[in-house]
């Protein structure tokens, strides 16, 4: 078998980007405009659909999970293997948002960013001390670094982590500060906020920060990305 034959099936650019926030861009359509999509739909199909006071994230975490998941099964298709940071993420909308639509309590898919980023922060700052390399893992083969290298890039990842969850858990808890989560119906006004930031402000956040990482990647980097040695 050649080089050529036994490297990964990768997705494009186009297709990365869509898997990775498609679904975001799905959250957010359905947060703020379900409203008025609903009435539209429910007259095509013959019924009475309305979205009522307070269940905006129901709604948009109930169109949220089918598209992640329809974007998880594409990448798993395509790429014929399931890629780490996906199906970390993959489990934990499973299962927080899954309980967050049985319970009808919205504090577990506020908690979801924070447990995300959190377990990011402690696995990648556990592989530090254990010497092991779970950014590479993570990461999966996309560039060729020295062990002195990765380990500097995971401690700053794994700090980048971390404030992201302490950012994310502070400003749930401080916006729903006098809303009752647990109810099903509960209008909260810094609900919109926390969406706003969950979409817009990480990814903003994450993006700059890997951007920033550009110079020291140039530096290191050993390989042509995604390459790998016959």
């Known amino acids: ?5 036994a490297a990964p099936r990768r997705l494009s650019q ?15 359509i359905g947060y703020f405009f379900g409203d008025r999509l609903a ?14 006071e307070g269940k905006e994230m129901f709604v948009a975490l109930g ?3 089918p598209a992640f998941f329809t974007a998880f099964a ?17 489990v934990i909308v499973g ?27 402690l696995a990648l700052g556990g592989g530090v001390i254990s010497g092991r390399n779970f950014l590479k893992i993570l990461f999966d083969g996309a560039f060729d670094l020295p062990d002195d290298a990765w380990r500097t890039l995971t401690v700053r990842y794994a700090g980048f982590f971390a ?7 502070f400003a749930w ?7 009752d989560l647990s109810a099903d119906d509960a209008q909260c006004a810094g609900e919109a906020t926390w969406v706003n930031l969950k979409i817009f402000g990480f990814t903003a956040a994450s993006l700059i920060f890997t951007a920033l990482q550009a110079p020291f990647l140039m530096k290191h980097i050993q390989g042509d990305p995604g390459k790998k040695a016959p």
């Open 14 to 28: 186009n297709a990365k980007l869509a898997v990775d926030l498609g679904p975001l861009a799905v959250f957010f």
């Open 163 to 169: 404030v992201l969850a302490l950012a994310n858990e």
């Open 74 to 90: 594409y990448s798993v298709w395509k790429e014929r293997r399931v890629a780490p940071m996906l199906m970390v993420n993959g």
């Open 1 to 5: 078998m050649s080089a050529t034959d």
């Open 173 to 179: 808890r401080w916006l729903t500060r006098e809303c």
């Open 95 to 121: 299962v927080l948002g899954s309980i967050t639509l049985l319970s009808g309590d919205k504090t577990f898919f506020f908690m979801k960013p924070t447990v995300l980023y959190g377990f990011f922060a």
């Open 63 to 65: 169109l949220f999970m």
């Open 39 to 52: 009435p539209i739909m429910g007259s095509v199909l013959g019924q009475d659909w309305s979205v009522g």
